[in-house]
């Protein structure tokens, strides 16, 4: 089976595994971890072919063959991606566990709608979960993030 | 969590008692026996398949008769695991007979501890296979005991 | 200068790309991964262990049950009562009975399930209550009656004090079960190297793991290595010890292969707990507005094992008296066996019960007696130089402060009538917290001739930006820019002595030790600047990372160079030993307060007893900020960690068997459970001391809600959580004739 | 533990590889509930038969008949539809409140109803609306009222080899007006304490010329109640009236206990989001 990640393609085994197993133990992307298991918490967010998914419940074989992108896949020639770099000035984390899950969130809350509203904001990231509590500065990211 | 039920069988109080005895026709009454070996006069190894939607689980255990006072009163406990779900289950019961005119009123208590991984399914849903198992096992045996001609 | 200034966290752009190394990520040369069984039954003497099967999978390379353990196989942070894996007895579900060492974790489980475990099951007790009745199961033969531990606090007569009361207030408050749910669960590695042990692990306490386990391995400290990466997270849930021994113990059998344990978010919930709390409170006042006595009855429930209990309970002891000046005051602090996972540090320790329980009865006093509750707080308030309970004085505190910045953050609230028709109300809580009394850290500088300076330090950073403040603080303390400071963190076999990382000790104690070390290695740069300026040390000083005189300066590197030093280090340690009489609980409890206040504007929804929670203001004393942006973030993130226990954080229970195990059935709060208007407020003394703030407006949030639903709608709700269901059904018991 | 992944091209071949595997093989269609499953060790099926290349699975169309919507259509996509949205916004509004954005992406409606969890938000509101499941297998087509698709906890009317394909909303009349409310008592990110879909329809001078309300969530299966529905009809809906129709609710109703909330409690909740769904029906502002 061939999966294609941050523009690489490669040949793995499927099976019952998840994307998520996948990632970390065949192709050593750890940025994408498991928080909770069961799709509530964000922490194993991964985009496929532009959209937010979970890969903690998303078997690997069914990403077969679609554009999957994770967090390692963000930066563009070494710099920042743009939502990367606006949750590093707004300090928008604390153990940084949840981060890469709502850098992604937000990546493909601004590809479907670039200036959200506050509450469209809220909505969309409200199942992503930061026990540390960064929402406040996660939130301001967002909007700094966001197009004017 | 605590299971009580009772239901009225047409059939005799000892016809009721002799057949909560014959393993063989007893466990056809119960859903999704596999196998019961006799151990000795008080215990019995068994196989279980229970489903719940697309879960099957097979509990193997053992259960043990308690107290035995024929033909109006039984009870003893049950300890069996599904391997499989690394869940594993912990009942006792208490059963007790009571002619009442021609047929005879069974009455039963439950309590019911389901451990391991299966417990996450919650209170409701393990309520309710409990509750569906025990209507099965009483309907079947009405029907044992009430289409033989005696 | 650096401290004070909201410089980003070290490892900020590590932590926007994913690439932080959590032990979750940590990969070792032919490691083996981990697996534990644990118990089904709460109680039961475990009759067999059979491995037989189990040892011939295909992958499997080791398995550990009790029989493999040596003569010390029982350990605990203080009560030695705990077996690494189950020996002869099975105490909690969840309990560890075996662990497998394997290639695969299809391998391992495939062995979990044809190991043959044989238990005789035992009549068990789960709540602290029922266990200490006479009668009930006993879980260890030397305490008879489930009490592992009783802290008394006796103040002076209670008789004459609750005598002179005109009315007394008796109501006991309830705090259940909940989880510390980190995101990053427990992981623990472990290899050996002939004697020599070395364990990665997400631990809060790298020099107490260190101890615990050259105890039960029966090998010199020196020999156990310790190596702690950033956590994702821990908030008390990784304090003292938790699955090292067993990973360690494992590691001895798999023939110096590594091997590493990763915990499953089901795990977590029977490795470490919130202590379940009765508390009762009596309380004594007065017609003017005053307070006579207090009597605390509190019963934590610390679970099948004493674990951190034996250390947290006395703190609770401290911590239940509440910010209030009361002539007479006595506490009993039980710590009680039951047949429950270990219960440890919860975010806000021991607080987070004892402020629920003190600050909602301040507002059931202030309502009989017609007090208006935000006067009677302040009216009784602690000061600075008042003395406290335990008959320490009272220093640096600032509540009255802190609940006027909380309360003052609130805009006018609505007027009493429009509050009645709408069901709204206002609530506060203030929260006062000893720190660990007995603590030691030890901070070293190492300057080397290119100017940079590296801190040496035992602190774990943990989400908390501890790294970043200490680097702030060297470069403060040597003078010398932020940039130019690096920090290695804990590695017992190259950083320096820290007791803990929690209780919000780090920034004041480790911070004090780093101020330690810079002022001894500024003495040595002028000792060594003095013969090459040829200007003697009194008239040099050291600023701007040079050694000068009004007309002479040289910088720390050439002074490094001139000297043929490729470097300099210096040790810097920062200590308190606090005792208090055991019988009477008379002492120094801390060496400072933390403290910390919250208002809550709750509207109630009478129909469903739903609370929206319209506004929340916090305030904390923050002493000298070193981060403001960090100091911040510990703000707004303990309001918000602490809706949880308030509104939604209970472990459902079914025979002692977790039935909620996973953050679908045990929520913690989300984004769209943040109020809308969340206002913080850190309370800064520029020429205070360094202080933490890393529990503080945590523990205010539950009561102040509850208070802010009584003023709304005139119910008291007095078990947590505050859910909806028990609102509306105290507000359909009210309506009852 | 290896797997056959099985990707057939259209409904038929898929119903005949579960035929040739009988239960060795499983369904899966957005994938979340039986990843899960597998993840947990509750269900190690050899042999998985993918819907996901099936072409058409997915449709969304409106057509004299009704509103057809295809079982492999993702909830994401059926929550921004604007077919959906036209033809009743609070069944979009029903799909919409459905998890996170993440798990609305990869579960179809297809795998939403056959898990027939019971703590789930789209089938009170597609009952409510009278839609029935098309279900394809061995001896052809058929279909079932969605009222009669739930038998218990996790359990569907869909025999072992027969397959969900899709879902049909019957014409609603222009005059109907229809409302959905999700009820969780806990946090903000739960599933639902109480599950409300209500569907009226108002003759000119605003008499309720009909009614459907499903309570889910609350109950193991999404039930109506007709003695209550009953009271509605030819009535105008007066604040007594709705009073007294979700006290027939509340009283009718068997409701469950879970950590998300007592019987009491549920109870309570089904006499008052009844009563509000109907105001809200009413007073036509959804």
Redesign the interface.
Known sequence: MILIVNGGSYQVQGGARTLLEVLRDDLGLMGTKEGCGVGMCGACTVLVDGRPFSSCHLLAAQAAGKEIVTIEGLQRNGNLHPVQQAFLEHGAFQCAYCTPGFVLMTVALLAENPSPEDDEIREYLSGNLCRCGSYQNIVEAVKAARRK | MQIKDSFVINASQEKVWELLFDIPRLSKCVPGVESVEVLDDKRYRGKLIVKVGPIKSEFSGIVTLAEVIPPERISGSVEGDDKASASSVKASFSGTLATVGAGTEAAFVVDLNLRGRLAQFGGPVIAATAKKLTADFARNLRAQLEHQVS | MAIGR?V??LD??A??????D?M??LRLPDMLVGKVVRS??PHAKLLKVDVSQALHVPGVVAILTGPDLGANALYGASIKDQAVVALDRVRY?GEPIAAIAAESM?AA?EA???LDIEYE?LPAVFDALEAVQTGAPILHEKYTDNIFIHSKLRHSDMETAFAEADEIFEDVFTSPLAQQ????PHVTAARWEGDHLTVWTGSQAPFMVRRVLSEILGIPQESVRIIVP????A?GGKGHIRIEPLVAVMARKTGGRPVKFVL???EEFVTVTKHAASITLKTGVKRDGTFTARQVTIYWNGGAYADASPLLVPQGMVRSVGPYRIPAVRVDSYGIYTNLPPAGAYRGAMSSQATWAYESQMDIIARRMGWDPLEFRLKNLYVSGDRFATGETLHDVHFIECLQAAAGAMPAGPSPEVNKEKKVGRGYGVMMKSTVSTSKSQARVKLDDSGVATLFTSTVE????AHTAMAQITAGALDIPFEQVRVVGPDTSVTPFDSTTSASRSTNMMGNAVLAAGAAMKRRLIDLAGPLLEIPGEELRAEGGRVLTKDASISYADILKRNGLPSLEELGEYSTALTMDPETGQGISTPHWHQGAGAAEVEVDT??G?ITILRYAAASFAGRVVNP??AQ?QN??????GLGPA??E?M?L??G??????????????????PLE?ISVCIESEEGELHGIGEMTLPPVAPAIANAVEDAVGVRIKDLPI???KV??ALQERLKP | MSIKFLEPSDFPEAAASLAEHGDEAKIIAGGVSVTLMLQQKLIAPPVLVSLGRIAGGDSIRQSSDGLHIGALAKLRNLEQSSVVQEWCPALAHAFRVVGNVRVRNQATIGGNLSAADYAADPPAMLIALGASAQVFGPDGKREVPLGEFFLGFYTTALRPTEILTGIIVPPLPTSARASYHKFSSISAEGRPCLAVGAVADFDADGRCRDLQIAIGAAVETPQRVDTAEAMARGESLTDELIAAIAEEYAQALDPLTDVRGSAWYRREMIRVFVGRVLKEVRDGNR
Do not use: C, W
């Open positions: 909201s980003p966290m900020a752009p932590r926007v790309t994913g690439t932080v959590y979750i990520n089904q039954s579900v299809d489980e979990a399930m044809l099951e749910s980190s995101l990053e950033p956590l994702g997270g908030y499953s978010r089901a943990m989400g908390q930006g129909e469903t739903k942006r960090l973030l707004d993130g303990n309001v918000i960690f509104l939604m209970e459902a079914d025979g068997q977790v039935t909620n195990p996973n953050l679908a059935d045990y929520p913690i709060p989300s984004i769209r459970d943040v969340l859910t909806a269901e509306l059904h």
